[in-house]
């Protein structure tokens, strides 16, 4: 809204002047989304601990250390998806078709999120809406999310994946595309949902994710920059980088609370909702199997729960890991929980950097 206004006054201010640049607004963001996940944080947290009277149940099957953890409030996404929601809404030009569309996935998977722990909340349970309910509310809100950025995408590039480090290498999936990208997005929700499991460890990862693809829109979306690179120019994705900005001073506002030891948990109201903003935004970018490199810790995450439960089966009850998803592996084999959320940001790091060096390598 602010920019909306101050936009027209180009040329005769300099704050209006200074409005017209993403990088300016994208830096104001993420300072403002973090103060705002702050305030709103101190407020919520307070308030949560005075109506959850149940908490969400610690599983029953995790390390025994967690167990400490009974007592935290959950639904904590609640102070992201707000403070990214109000910073974007601000700051961002509302005229832009990518922003509604990955502020209504954030807000979608967000209330299903939040409708799935608070029936854990009152069930006392750790299940919350079933595997196959969720799924498919997941996938019904990533057609209407695929079809909008579809529509609005006016390139030659509609339905083709790039690949990592080759230039001008495209395969055009044609019709398939449509469940490529839909698998993209619910899958990217349910890796973030599985790493989600200690204090810090989702919020941190995330957080160097979605600043890395805050790099990625603007170079795509900046025709220059992405002629130079050789990547598919995507008009007007630039001003995504505004509305990650924003998620990355929220999830950092967040992690001022849920740094070990935890006052609250991100719970599904925001590894759902952040984990389908990235994969969204990467389906925005074109760059959907760079998403593979820099949010590697999530992909391996759901890999070590598809292999625990393959393993189970086929071998009759024995277990590959300790015990999945695969922090808890390294939990098992003595690395406390700081060592484990502390190593896999340095890891988020590194492959973030070698996914931004994917779109200069080719």
């Not at 307070?46 to 099957?61: A, F, S």
């Not at 395969?171 to 204090?199: C, E, H, K, Q, R």
């Not at 959907?288 to 189970?312: A, D, K, R």
Request: aromatic share 14%; glycine share 8%.
């Amino acid at each position: 809204m602010l920019y909306n206004f101050l936009i027209g006054y180009a040329g005769q201010s300099h704050i209006a002047n200074l409005f017209s640049y993403i990088t300016f607004r994208s830096c104001l963001a993420f300072l403002f989304s973090f103060i705002v996940s702050l305030v709103v944080g101190k407020y919520f947290i307070k308030y949560l601990k005075k109506i959850q009277v149940n908490t969400q149940p610690i599983r029953e099957d995790g390390p025994k250390t967690h167990l400490q953890k009974v007592g935290t409030p959950t639904m904590g996404g609640v102070i992201i998806i707000s403070a990214t929601t109000i910073t974007t809404l601000l700051l961002a030009n509302l005229t832009n078709a990518y922003i509604w569309t990955v502020l209504f996935v954030m807000i979608s998977f967000g209330s299903l999120g939040a409708i799935d722990d608070y029936q854990k909340i009152m069930y006392k349970s750790s299940d919350g809406i079933s595997g196959k309910c969720k799924l498919f509310i997941q996938f019904f809100i990533s057609i209407i999310a695929f079809l909008a950025i579809y529509y609005f995408a006016a390139d030659a590039y509609h339905t083709k994946i790039a690949f990592p480090f080759f230039k001008n290498v495209f395969l055009d999936l044609g019709y398939f595309y449509f469940p490529f990208a839909m698998v993209v997005i619910t899958g990217a929700s349910n890796a973030v949902n599985l790493t989600d499991g200690l204090d810090g460890l989702a919020a941190g990862t995330v957080a160097v994710a979605v600043a890395t693809f805050g790099v990625v829109s603007y170079i795509v979306g900046h025709v220059l920059y992405a002629q130079y690179l050789q990547i598919i120019y995507v008009p007007y994705a630039s001003e995504v980088s505004v509305l990650c900005c924003a998620i990355v001073g929220s999830c950092l506002g967040f992690l001022w609370f849920n740094a070990k030891p935890a006052s609250i948990f991100m719970g599904d109201t925001g590894s759902l909702s952040l984990g389908a903003t990235l994969g969204t935004i990467s389906v925005i970018t074109k760059n959907e199997l760079v998403l593979v490199i820099i949010g590697g810790v999530f992909v391996v995450e759901t890999l070590s729960v598809i292999i625990q439960v393959l393993y189970f089966r086929m071998t009759g009850g024995r277990r590959y890991f300790l015990m999945a998803p695969i922090h808890h592996h390294f939990e098992q084999k003595g690395w406390s929980e700081t060592q484990v959320v502390t190593r896999f940001w340095i890891i988020s790091i590194l492959l973030a950097i070698i996914g931004l060096a994917s779109l200069k390598l080719r």
